[in-house]
Every structure is written in structure tokens, then in C-alpha cells.
T-cell receptor, first 114, second 111 residues
């Protein structure tokens, strides 16, 4: 297994456009997380899945954000009508279920909204 | 109120020096993890501590979980430029599955 893969690594988009990011987790991991991170801060939770079920979504998350994990494998995160404030690093992580397991992160997608 | 505090926020020292960074809270945690993140990459898990008072060593890095499971420290001996990065503390609250993330300590080791 090559770890968690995210695509694209970088995305520049104009304000108002829609963008979609993809995450391929470690195949044995049943949990998948999406985070957003801005410079100088720790990861900010967006949402997570257990298999194909979306179990939690941040209350801070705008309705413009939506995530899917249709077959319990890869996941997509879509941002509609992007705003400059959406510019950030979007991180995906996967893990097994249980308190002793750590998260394996991808390298992230750097979004710049101009 | 801030749930998790990491200190210092920023630390720049010379190669060969020792250092300690801290992760503090008023909440009791079931477990705690430390991650290191390099620029442009995702965080990488360093260690998981579960038991109050637990000490784990990873080469020159020593991690300690507080007796009351409310805080943790990371000590680096003879720091090297390769230790440069953002060190993130990520505990779990009792009965909650999700990790909580601190803002991290940005560490720079100068050669």
C-alpha cells in the first residue's frame, strides 16, 4: 500500500467556481477524515466517514462543502461557489477504528482562491 | 475557553541543544498522540501514549503523558536540523473517538 493519496496537490481557482478534491485512503482503513489547515494552525476538523457512512460534520462547515465516500473506499470533497476564505491546505487522513490507532495523512491539496 | 494549549508556539535553537515542548489542558484524556509535520506535507504520527505517567522514547525523542492524563511533554536531546517541523499534540477526550488538535509548536533547528 502506498499510503494516503490526495489529488490534486495544488489547485488555483477563481472565486465563485466549484472545486472537487479526491482522497484515496489506505485500503484496510475503515475511517476517513477531512481536515482544513491554514498557516500556523493545527488541522481543523471538517468531516469523517466510517466505511461509506458520514458520521460527523463540523458545525462550522458551510453548506457549500459536501463530502462523499460512495463505496467506502475513496472520498471526494467538493466546495461550491468558492470564496477567498476557503484558501487553505485540505488534508485527508485514514485510520482503523480504536483509540490506540493513529491517523495516516495524505500530503494534502493546497487550494488558492483568487 | 481554549481546550488545548501547546507551548511554546515557536522555538528556534542551535543544533546540539536540548529542548522541551508542552501540551496542556484542563480536560482528562483517554490517550494522546504526537505528530510532526513538515512544510507542504501532512502530519506524521510519532507516538501514542495511553497510561498516566507513561514515558516513551523514540531515539532522541522522549514523550511523557502526565499522571492525571491532562498534559504531555516532548523532550528532544541533541537536536538536529532534521528535527525541524511543526509538532502537533492530538489527544482524545474520554468517551470521544475524535482527536483534538493543538495549534502546534513550530521548531527550527539551525545548523
Amino acid at each position: 500500500d502506498t499510503g494516503v493519496s490526495q489529488d490534486p496537490r495544488h489547485k488555483i481557482t477563481k472565486r465563485g467556481q466549484n472545486v472537487t478534491f479526491r482522497c484515496d485512503p489506505i485500503s484496510e482503513h475503515n475511517r476517513l477524515y477531512w481536515y482544513r489547515q491554514t498557516l500556523g494552525q493545527g488541522p481543523e476538523f471538517l468531516t469523517y466517514f466510517q466505511n461509506e457512512a458520514q458520521l460527523e460534520k463540523s458545525r462550522l462547515l458551510s453548506d457549500r462543502f459536501s463530502a462523499e465516500r460512495p463505496k467506502g473506499s475513496f472520498s471526494t470533497l467538493e466546495i461550491q461557489r468558492t470564496e477567498q476564505g476557503d484558501s487553505a491546505m485540505y488534508l485527508c487522513a485514514s485510520s482503523l477504528t480504536g483509540p490506540s490507532y493513529g491517523y495516516t495523512f495524505g500530503s494534502g491539496t493546497r487550494l488558492t482562491v483568487v | 475557553t481554549q481546550l488545548l494549549e501547546q507551548s511554546p508556539q515557536f522555538l528556534s535553537i542551535q543544533e546540539g541543544e536540548n529542548l522541551t515542548v508542552y501540551c496542556n489542558s484542563s480536560s482528562v484524556f483517554s490517550s494522546l498522540q504526537w505528530y510532526r509535520q513538515e512544510p507542504g506535507e501532512g502530519p506524521v504520527l510519532l507516538v501514542t501514549v495511553v497510561t498516566g505517567g507513561e514515558v516513551k522514547k523514540l531515539k532522541r525523542l522522549t514523550f511523557q503523558f502526565g499522571d492525571a492524563r491532562k498534559d504531555s511533554s516532548l523532550h528532544i536531546t541533541a537536536a538536529q536540523p532534521g528535527d525541524t517541523g511543526l509538532y502537533l499534540c492530538a489527544p482524545r477526550k474520554l468517551g470521544v473517538d475524535q482527536l483534538i488538535w493543538g495549534a502546534g509548536t513550530k521548531l527550527i533547528i539551525k545548523p
